[in-house]
C-alpha cells in the first residue's frame, strides 16, 4: 500500500538511523569467547606470553598481569598453543568454544628443561558451566552424532523443559529459531521454515530460560542451530540408511504387518574443504529422503468412480492395492564458501534449501485414497556475512539474508483443472463403510508465502578485561501472502449438478509488515562472577488498515456514525533483561536472571478473515462469520524469572537445579464486539493470559571414558484461561460459559524425564540410548450418554503417561585408507501406542468409548495412535 507506506515513512527512517547509528545485532550467538590467565609454576604472570588457536590466524598476547581473552570464536572444539620465551610450550587439545558463552582457560607453563620441549593435554569440558545466568544447554556434533536422533527438532525435545515444542509450558510458537545466528522464522506463525538435518550440525544450543537482550521476537527459548564450516583439511562423507515401521498390533495399525526394507530411503553426501581460490574454503551437503509412513488405506475406489447412492449401488474400480496415505520426501541441502584472504576480515555466503512433499492421513479416505491432497513446501535462506575483527578489543558483523517459504496445500494446482470435475465432490454414504468416502477428490486449496529480507549488524568491545559491550540492530520486511487460490463450489447447470471454479469468491492477498529491534548490552565478568544486562527496544508495523468504529465495522448500521479505514498504529516496547551467576565456593554457584519478553503473535492471525465489509448482513443474523482477524494487535508479553544453583559433585559428575516463574499477559485470544444495532460479533484480540511455574533438576556424568550419562527432570503447573486462541468463540458457540477462568493449560505434563546414555570408544564402537518419561497431559471429560452428555471442567482430566525409548549402536572399521562405520537405530523400542494423543472423552483412553455405536468410525482410524516401532540400518563413509 505505497500511500500508507508514505504516510509512515519519518518513523521508518528514524528507527533505521537510530539502528545505524548504534550499529550491532545479535549475529554474534555463533562465536563465543576464550579467556583466563598464563602464570609459571609459582604463580608470577608471564607477560606478553602468546596463545594461538591452531589452524586459525586468531590469537592474543597476555597483559601486565597475565591475562588475555580471544573475541569471536566459532563454536567449536580447537587445540590452543600456549607459548613464551624460555618456558616449555603447551597445546591444549579438543577445547571447547560454545556460542554466546566464555570459555575459561587458565595455564601454567614450567620453566623449560629441554630446549623444545612440549608439552600436550586434553583438555576437559568444566562439568558444570559457572558463567551462565540461565538455563542454556549446548549440544556438540559429537553427542548429536552418537545419539539416535536424525533432526534438530528431536534434538531440541530432548532439553530440560521442552514438551513437544512448547518451551516451559508456553504455547507453541514462543521460540525463536535461528541458524548461525540469524532468524529463520516464518512470521506468519512464528515456526522455523528450515528442517535441518543432523549431517549439518555443528552446534544446537537452546535456551529455555530467561535469555538476553540481544533475543528478541520470543517469549519462552531460543534455539540456535549452528551449521557446519569446511577447514583447509579436505573432507568427504556420506551415509546411507533403510528402514521401515514394525509392529504386529494390526488391530491398531491395519495394513502394517509386514517389515519393508526400502520404505524409508536416506541418501546423504558432504564435501568440504579448501578451494583454489586463496584462504577459501567450502561445504557443501545434499541430502534425498523418503518415508512411506505407517498409515495406509486400501485403493477399492477411484476418485472418478460413479456410484448410486440413491439406490445404494457401488460400483469399485479400484485395484484394492495397499496405498500409503502419510507418506513425505525431502530434497534437501547447504553451500557455505568462507574467505579469509584479507586480514582481520572474512566473508561469507551460504545457502540452506528444503523441498519437501507430504499426505497428512485422512481415514475418511482410506478406501479411495487416491482423493486425499498433497502438500508442498519449499523454503530456503541465503544471505552474506561479513566480520571484521578491528583489533583484539572489538569487531563486528553485517549479514544480510532472504528467508523465502513457499507452502501448497491442494490436490491439483489449477482450479480449472479438468481431473477435478471428473472426479467431482467427495461423497460416501452413512451405512456403507461407516462414511467412507467412495468418490471424488479433497476440493481444500490453500496456499501460505513468506519472502523475508532480513539485515543485522553486530558491533562487540571489549572495553576492559572484564567489561564486554555488545550493541546492535535487526530489520525485517515481509512480503506475506495466503488465502485460497480459487475454490471449486457445487452448482447446476441444465439440470445437472456440477462442480464450477471460481476465483473471485477466495483470493490469495499479501501483506507487508515491517520488524525492527535494537538492543544494547553488557557483559560484566570477575573470574566466575557474572552480570549480563541490557534493554531491547522492539518496532513493529501492520502496515495496513483496519475500521475506524468497530460499532459499525461495514458502515451497513442506519444513522450510526460512520467508520472509515484507518491505518494500523504502531507498535513498541522496551525489553529489560538482567542476570547474574555468583560463585559459591570453587565447585558450586548460584545464578538469577529476570526479564521482559516480547513477541508479535503469528501474522496469520492478524490479517485472516481481516475484511470487516463481509460483516455488512451482520445484523440479519443467521450468518457464521468465524472470528475476524486483527491487524492491530498488540505484542504478547511475558514476564520470567529464574534462580538456580550449579554444583560440581566430583571432576565428571555435575548436577543443576532450577526454578521458575512465568507470568503471561496479552496473548491472543477473542473478544466480542457489540455494534450500534445490538449484533455480536468474534474478534481477535490481546485479552487472554496464563501462568508457568516449576523447577528442573539435571544431572551430567562426563568424560569418565567411554561413558557419558545426562538426566534431566521438569516438574511444571501451565495454568491459564484457554489453550487456544480460538477456545473462547468455540464455547461461545458451543453455549458454554466463555468467561475467563484459570485452568490447566491442554498441553500442561505435570512430570517429564529425559534420560541419555553414550557408550563411545574412539574408532572401535559406540552405543546410544534415549529414555524419555512424561506423565499425562489434560483433557475434558464427558459424563452421560450422547443424548444426555455434558462436559466436566475444562482439562479437569489426565491422560495416560508414557514411556519411549530409542536406541542407536555404531561399528567402525578402517579400510583401505577409509573410515567405515555400519549402525542400527531403534526408535520407539518397546512400540509404545499412546504418547499424549487422541482419548474419548468419555473413557479417557484411546482404545475404548462407552458410546461406540457413535464412535465407530473413530475406533477404526489408527492416526489415533503414536507411530509404531521404527527400525533402520545404514552404513557411512568418512575420509581421513
Not at 218 to 224: I, L, R, T
Not at 639 to 665: C, H, N, P, T, V
Request: aromatic letters at 14%.
Amino acid at each position: 500500500m505505497p500511500t500508507l507506506y508514505t504516510n509512515k515513512i519519518k518513523p521508518f527512517l528514524l528507527i533505521l538511523i537510530i539502528q545505524f547509528c548504534t550499529l550491532g545485532v545479535l549475529s554474534a550467538q555463533t562465536s563465543g569467547k576464550l579467556a583466563g590467565r598464563v602464570q609459571d609454576e609459582d604463580g608470577n604472570p608471564l607477560i606478553a606470553a602468546n596463545i594461538i588457536l591452531e589452524g586459525t590466524t586468531m590469537g592474543a598476547a597476555t597483559d601486565m598481569e597475565g591475562y588475555y581473552a580471544i573475541l569471536n570464536i566459532r563454536a567449536g572444539y580447537y587445540n590452543v598453543r600456549v607459548q613464551y620465551i624460555g618456558y616449555q610450550s603447551k597445546v591444549i587439545q579438543k577445547v571447547k568454544i560454545n556460542a554466546d558463552q566464555t570459555t575459561k582457560l587458565d595455564v601454567v607453563l614450567s620453566s623449560e628443561v629441554i630446549k623444545g620441549d612440549e608439552v600436550v593435554v586434553v583438555a576437559k569440558k568444566p562439568i558444570v558451566e559457572f558463567g551462565q545466568t540461565s538455563s542454556v544447554s549446548s549440544v556438540g556434533k559429537e553427542e548429536i552424532e552418537n545419539l539416535p536422533v536424525q533432526g534438530l527438532n528431536e534434538i531440541v525435545n530432548l532439553q530440560a523443559g521442552v514438551v513437544d515444542g512448547h518451551f516451559r509450558g508456553g504455547r507453541i510458537g514462543e521460540v525463536q529459531f535461528q541458524v548461525d545466528g540469524v532468524t529463520v522464522n516464518n512470521p506468519y506463525n512464528n515456526s522455523s521454515s528450515l528442517e535441518l538435518d543432523r549431517s549439518v550440525l555443528q552446534e544446537v544450543q537452546v535456551i529455555s530460560g530467561t535469555f538476553d537482550a540481544k533475543y528478541g521476537q520470543a517469549m519462552s527459548g531460543v534455539v540456535n542451530a549452528i551449521l557446519k564450516s569446511g577447514s583447509d583439511k579436505f573432507e568427504v562423507y556420506a551415509e546411507s540408511y533403510f528402514g521401515d515401521y514394525y509392529t504386529t498390533e494390526t488391530s491398531r495399525y491395519p495394513n502394517n504387518n509386514d517389515f519393508n526394507p526400502v520404505g524409508i530411503q536416506n541418501y546423504q553426501i558432504t564435501v568440504s574443504g579448501p578451494t583454489y581460490l586463496p584462504q577459501t574454503t567450502f561445504f557443501i551437503s545434499g541430502r534425498r529422503y523418503s518415508n512411506e509412513g505407517w498409515l495406509f488405506g486400501t485403493r477399492r475406489f477411484n476418485p472418478t468412480d460413479i456410484n448410486n447412492f440413491e439406490t445404494r449401488v457401488f460400483n469399485p474400480t479400484g485395484d484394492n492395492k495397499k496405498i500409503s496415505m502419510s507418506n513425505w520426501s525431502e530434497w534437501s541441502g547447504q553451500f557455505k564458501i568462507t574467505n579469509n584472504s584479507l586480514s582481520g576480515m572474512q566473508f561469507n555466503y551460504q545457502v540452506t534449501l528444503n523441498q519437501n512433499k507430504r499426505k497428512n492421513y485422512d481415514h475418511s479416505y482410506r478406501l479411495n485414497p487416491d482423493g486425499i491432497k498433497e502438500n508442498t513446501t519449499l523454503s530456503f535462506t541465503h544471505g552474506l556475512g561479513f566480520t571484521h575483527s578491528i583489533n583484539e578489543q572489538m569487531f563486528y558483523k553485517l549479514n544480510f539474508r532472504q528467508n523465502y517459504f513457499d507452502y501448497k496445500d491442494y490436490k491439483y494446482e489449477s482450479v480449472y483443472d479438468n481431473r477435478y470435475i471428473a472426479a467431482g465432490t467427495p461423497k460416501g454414504d452413512a451405512n456403507y463403510e461407516d462414511g467412507a468416502i467412495v468418490q471424488g477428490v479433497d476440493l481444500g486449496r490453500w496456499v501460505q508465502k513468506t519472502n523475508a529480507l532480513v539485515y543485522k549488524g553486530d558491533f562487540n568491545y571489549q572495553v576492559t578485561r572484564r567489561d564486554l559491550i555488545e550493541l546492535g540492530f535487526e530489520g525485517q520486511y515481509n512480503k506475506m501472502s495466503f488465502g485460497s487460490p480459487g475454490v471449486l463450489v457445487q452448482t447446476t447447470v441444465d439440470g445437472v449438478q456440477t462442480l464450477q471454479p471460481r476465483e473471485n469468491i477466495s483470493r490469495v492477498i499479501e501483506y507487508n509488515p515491517i520488524q525492527f529491534s535494537s538492543y544494547i548490552q553488557d557483559r560484566m565478568e570477575w573470574g566466575d562472577f557474572v552480570i549480563r544486562g541490557g534493554v531491547r527496544f522492539e518496532f513493529f508495523d501492520a502496515n495496513t488498515t483496519v475500521p475506524s468504529d468497530l460499532q459499525n465495522p461495514a458502515n451497513a448500521i442506519s444513522g450510526a456514525p460512520k467508520s472509515e479505514l484507518v491505518s494500523t498504529s504502531i507498535k513498541t516496547a522496551l525489553a529489560p533483561r538482567l542476570g547474574f551467576s555468583f560463585p559459591l565456593t570453587e565447585t558450586s554457584s548460584v545464578y538469577f536472571s529476570y526479564g521482559h519478553f516480547y513477541q508479535m503473535p503469528g501474522l496469520g492471525q492478524l490479517y485472516s478473515n481481516a475484511d470487516y465489509t463481509v460483516l455488512e448482513n451482520l445484523q440479519a443474523g443467521g450468518i457464521s462469520y468465524g472470528v475476524m482477524g486483527n491487524p492491530n494487535l498488540k505484542p504478547e508479553k511475558t514476564i520470567q524469572y529464574e534462580f538456580g544453583y550449579k554444583q560440581a559433585i566430583s571432576s565428571y559428575f555435575g548436577a543443576e537445579l532450577s526454578f521458575f516463574y512465568k507470568d503471561i499477559r496479552d496473548l491472543l485470544g477473542v473478544e466480542f464486539v457489540s455494534t450500534y444495532a445490538a449484533a455480536d460479533y468474534a474478534r481477535f484480540t490481546n485479552v487472554d493470559f496464563g501462568s508457568v511455574s516449576g523447577f528442573t533438576v539435571s544431572l551430567n556424568h562426563r568424560d569418565l571414558s567411554p561413558l557419558s550419562l545426562t538426566l534431566d527432570y521438569t516438574m511444571q503447573f501451565a495454568n491459564g484461561n484457554s489453550s487456544d486462541p480460538q477456545e473462547t468463540a468455540n464455547r461461545a458457540a458451543s453455549g458454554k460459559d466463555s468467561r475467563p477462568r484459570d485452568i490447566p493449560f491442554s498441553w500442561d505434563q505435570r512430570h517429564t524425564l529425559n534420560f541419555t546414555a553414550i557408550w563411545y570408544e574412539h574408532k572401535n564402537y559406540s552405543l546410544g540410548a534415549i529414555i524419555r518419561f512424561g506423565s499425562g497431559q489434560p483433557y475434558t471429560p464427558e459424563i452421560g450418554t450422547t443424548a444426555f452428555g455434558a462436559d466436566l471442567e475444562t482439562n479437569s482430566g489426565v491422560k495416560d503417561s508414557y514411556v519411549l525409548i530409542d536406541l542407536r549402536g555404531e561399528k567402525y572399521f578402517e579400510i583401505a585408507g577409509l573410515n567405515l562405520s555400519v549402525f542400527a537405530r531403534v526408535f520407539n523400542l518397546l512400540n509404545t501406542r499412546y504418547v499424549n494423543g487422541f482419548v474419548f472423552p468419555s473413557t479417557g483412553s484411546p482404545d475404548y468409548s462407552l458410546t461406540p455405536s457413535a464412535n465407530r468410525v473413530q475406533l477404526t482410524n489408527p492416526s489415533r495412535y503414536y507411530e509404531p516401532r521404527r527400525i533402520e540400518f545404514g552404513i557411512s563413509i568418512r575420509s581421513n
